[in-house]
């Protein structure tokens, strides 16, 4: 076909209307698409503090079950020295922060818990986190294995005895 001969009008390209309503269908995917990644994003990141959270259960666990002792009470963000230790360490984290949250692991002794008299102590660790959003995504996850929450800090527990 030969664009330039006469009676043909017609241009090559798009008109300002087609480009206009593309722009505006490509907003509305980007409108519904970017709210749910970032929502994914604080989803994911609460499922690695869920990831962590497990490991020191089961390295706290662990080491109860081989001394029948539990690791000492530590500074926040540190990992209990006795997790680390030795030829074949409980765990081979050697701090407990990570991307917007630190971790502490608790050892709480002597405890009185009302209505229940035979507990003494409380083993928990709990997990102090940045963001509004990152919290409200851990304690969406983690649910009814949070014992407490203040704030941006939330304590899940580990043995109680």
Partial sequence: IDRNAPGNDRRGGFSLIEL????AI???LAGIAIPNLRAMTFRARAVEVAAEIE???V???SYNADVFLWPAEVSAGTVPPELTAGADPYLEASTFTGDGYELDYEFLSPVV???EPGTNQLIAIAVELDSDELSNAVVDLLGSTIIFSL???HTVL???S
Wanted: aromatic content about 0%; proline content about 5%; hydrophobic content about 55%.
């Fill in 20 to 23: 206009l309503l593309s722009m």
């Fill in 26 to 28: 490509v907003g509305v």
């Fill in 55 to 57: 490991a020191v259960r």
């Fill in 59 to 61: 390295a706290a666990l």
């Fill in 113 to 115: 818990i009302p209505g």
């Fill in 151 to 153: 704030g941006r800090r």
């Fill in 158 to 160: 580990i043995d109680r």
